[in-house]
Nanobody, 115 residues
Framework: QVQVVESGGGLVQPGWSLRLSCAASGSIFSGNTMGWYRQAPGKERDLVATITHGGRTNYADSVKGRFTISRDNIKNTVYLQMNSLKPEDTAVYYC?????????WGQGTQVTVSS
């Protein structure tokens, strides 16, 4: 069974850090681009960051310099290290596996940044 499972969300204060993890089935992780997206209430789902199998990364302008995406190709896991969090980073964060046939999404993990 294909799975994409996120973890690591929570409630933090502005300026704090969080690390999200996403474990995916090997059949969809290996060789494919993995990504993090987020959706705030009343807004569309937006790209946060992507990473190719070879490690090439891409970031939304709003998170450049604060967020870092990485992957462990042995553990079939992708991470999102989020530093200097802002209230506007509050959203449900979704992990995505982009295969040639289709995209796979996790169930999402809530990140709330509030004082």
């Amino acid at each position: 069974q294909v799975q994409v499972v996120e973890s690591g969300g929570g409630l933090v204060q502005p300026g704090w850090s969080l690390r999200l993890s996403c474990a995916a089935s090997g059949s969809i992780f290996s060789g494919n681009t993995m990504g993090w997206y987020r959706q705030a209430p009343g807004k569309e789902r937006d790209l946060v960051a992507t990473i190719t199998h070879g490690g090439r990364t891409n970031y939304a302008d709003s998170v450049k310099g604060r967020f870092t995406i990485s992957r462990d190709n042995i553990k079939n896991t992708v991470y999102l290290q989020m530093n200097s969090l802002k209230p506007e980073d509050t959203a449900v964060y979704y992990c995505n596996a982009a295969t040639m046939r289709r995209s796979y999404w996790g169930q999402g993990t809530q990140v709330t940044v509030s004082s």
